[in-house]
């Protein structure tokens, strides 16, 4: 794993908490179902309640209007899409993570390279991990594909996790081999391995068979003291204003002691309420033409 990888890594923490906006679920029975928001806040706390409660596939019904949701699975076996895994901050990696993850004697590699160019080096790393943040704040603020709200908050995001992994003890080699042993049994035990993995699978298959990456990740990720659970628990969210159907929620939440407040704009679709941020990606996604089939599908 490279520096550059870090990177990615790092981005990638930023996809899994761009939906922080939440506060503790209220109704347990909810967390596994297909709800849809009948307020403002609740476009943003059914989100973050599928990522704290690790129901991934519940995403797409909480997050577009019915009529939508079956034109974005369509897409995405037509290879026009991966929303909403295509949200995430250098999403397009993602294949090759999972091939890094599943290769053959992935977790011994994996070790070898983190002893070989991490392990007892936490100084240096925290002082990459400050450049980096800088680096992904600017890349954030420029990057034309994401709406004034999402830049917004993955920067304030991205400057919190930097402060965090500014002072990880990112170099702890029996650390590193813990993490690195958590990825791998997550990926092995998740059911998509490459990117003819997530295309056979479809969008809320993929969401489904990534799930034990996912849930793995959040304890790697723990080990160094980031607990995402504690994140997502943290988030409150308040209805700021609203004119007619569109509104805007205020969101707070905690990244390791630090502080993130982000603006989310919402819009309500057939009387429910839904993030405008996902949605317009949504919809641009379906307005995506189909691209030749690839030989061999």
């Known amino acids: 794993m490279t520096r550059t990888g870090i990177a990615r ?78 949200e995430l901050p250098l999403s397009s990696k993602l294949p090759a993570v999972l091939v890094a993850l599943n290769g053959p004697a992935a977790e011994t590699k994996l070790r070898l390279a983190f002893d070989h160019q991490f392990a007892g080096q936490t100084t240096e790393l925290q002082s990459a991990a400050r450049g980096l943040g800088l680096f992904a704040v600017r890349y954030i603020q420029k990057e034309s594909t994401y709406q004034p709200d999402q830049r917004a908050h993955y920067a304030n995001l991205i400057v919190a996790l930097s402060d ?7 170099g702890d080699r029996t650390l590193g081999h813990q993490a690195v042993t958590l990825l791998v049994a997550g990926a092995n035990a998740s059911s998509i391995h490459d990117d003819a993995g997530l295309h056979n699978a479809g969008m809320r298959g993929a969401l489904r068979g990534l799930t034990p990456l996912y849930r793995n990740a959040k304890q ?23 004119n007619g159907d569109h ?25 429910h309420w839904y993030l405008s941020g996902m949605l317009a990606d949504a919809e641009q996604t379906l307005a995506t033409p189909a691209a030749p089939p690839t030989p061999g599908r």
């Open 164 to 170: 965090w992994s500014s002072h990880a003890p990112l």
């Open 9 to 86: 890594l790092a981005l990638c923490g930023a996809l899994l908490l761009a939906a922080c906006q939440r506060t503790p679920p209220s109704a347990p029975s909810a967390n596994t179902a297909c709800v849809q928001a009948d307020t403002p806040e609740a476009a943003v706390t059914l989100v973050v309640d599928a990522l704290r409660n690790d129901v991934l596939e519940t995403i797409p019904c909480r997050t577009v209007p019915p009529a939508m949701q079956d034109k974005l699975e369509l897409a995405w076996r037509e290879d026009r899409s991966r929303w909403p895994i295509a």
């Open 247 to 271: 509104a805007r929620v205020h969101v707070h939440y905690l990244v390791h002691g630090e502080p993130v407040d982000s603006d989310i704009a919402v819009e309500r679709r057939d009387g």
């Open 220 to 242: 790697a990720l723990a080990l160094y003291g980031l607990s995402l659970d504690e994140i997502l628990s943290s988030v409150e969210a308040r209805l700021q204003d609203r």
